[in-house]
């Protein structure tokens, strides 16, 4: 069952912000919302997490609503390396399986 | 940090070998690591979960016996595909952790063909 909802694609010019937006209405109280992204032939790379509160780090923002059903994942100045497919996962903390969904195939437009 | 390399990066072998793939936590010691498998054009499938020194647990529809997992470290587990056959072709891609609250770090996955 797929737990969180994403656009299947999105375009970004480079240089501008990217915000990936995830739909998680049936979230629970203790799930943590994960994003990682996928560049073509790789691994997947972990990006950010969050419970409640807004998080940033060196790579992204994370953004989630007061109600938790949702989050946008900010990427602050895209650039052509950021092209990949972005996953928001939902999971607790000590829960052993990361259940990747279909994501968002993001393309960085030159 | 949270560096996971994995062995080798792709493999192509005959039909009815067997394949042993590699994962290592290069900086830190994984107490966790989970074997994935993902198809072209399809998302990761979780196949296994092992912690170190003990059995793996498979997700339903994972034959255990053909995807022989050893974790017998806290650096290293390996996956080894037994008797694989073309339908075994795929991406394997494995990934650790060193306590259950923090992020999975995935290798760079192994591409396996099987003629």
């Known amino acids: 069952d797929a737990k969180t909802t994403q656009p299947t694609s999105m375009d970004c010019a480079e240089g501008r912000a990217a915000n990936l937006p995830c739909n998680h209405s049936?979230?629970?109280?203790?799930?943590?919302v994960y994003w990682y992204r996928q560049i073509h032939s790789q691994g997947p790379q972990y990006i950010i997490h969050?419970?409640?509160n807004n998080e940033t780090n060196e790579m992204a923002s994370l953004i989630i609503t007061e109600d938790r059903k949702s989050s946008t994942l900010i990427l602050p100045h895209a650039t052509l390396r950021d092209t990949a497919v972005y996953y928001c996962?939902?999971?607790?903390?000590?829960?052993?399986?990361?259940?990747f969904g279909t994501g968002t195939r993001l393309t960085i437009i030159p | 940090g949270a560096v996971v390399s994995q062995h080798p990066s792709w493999v192509i072998c005959k039909s009815g070998t067997s394949v042993k793939i590699e994962c290592r936590s290069l900086?830190?010691?994984?107490?966790?690591m989970f074997w994935y498998r993902q198809f072209p054009k399809q998302s990761l499938m979780l196949m296994a979960t092992?912690?170190?020194?003990?059995?793996?647990?498979?997700e339903q529809g994972v034959e255990k016996d053909k995807f022989l997992i050893n974790h017998a470290s806290l650096t290293l587990s390996t996956l080894t595909v037994t008797s694989a056959h073309p339908e075994d072709s795929s991406f394997y891609i494995c990934?650790?952790?060193?306590?259950?609250?923090?992020?999975?770090?995935f290798g760079d996955g192994t591409r396996l063909s099987i003629l």
């Open positions: 969050g419970l409640k």
């Open positions: 990934s650790a952790r060193d306590q259950s609250n923090q992020p999975q770090h």
């Open positions: 049936t979230i629970s109280g203790n799930e943590y």
């Open positions: 092992s912690n170190e020194g003990s059995k793996a647990t498979y």
């Open positions: 900086d830190f010691q994984a107490t966790t």
């Open positions: 996962i939902l999971t607790n903390f000590g829960n052993e399986k990361l259940t």
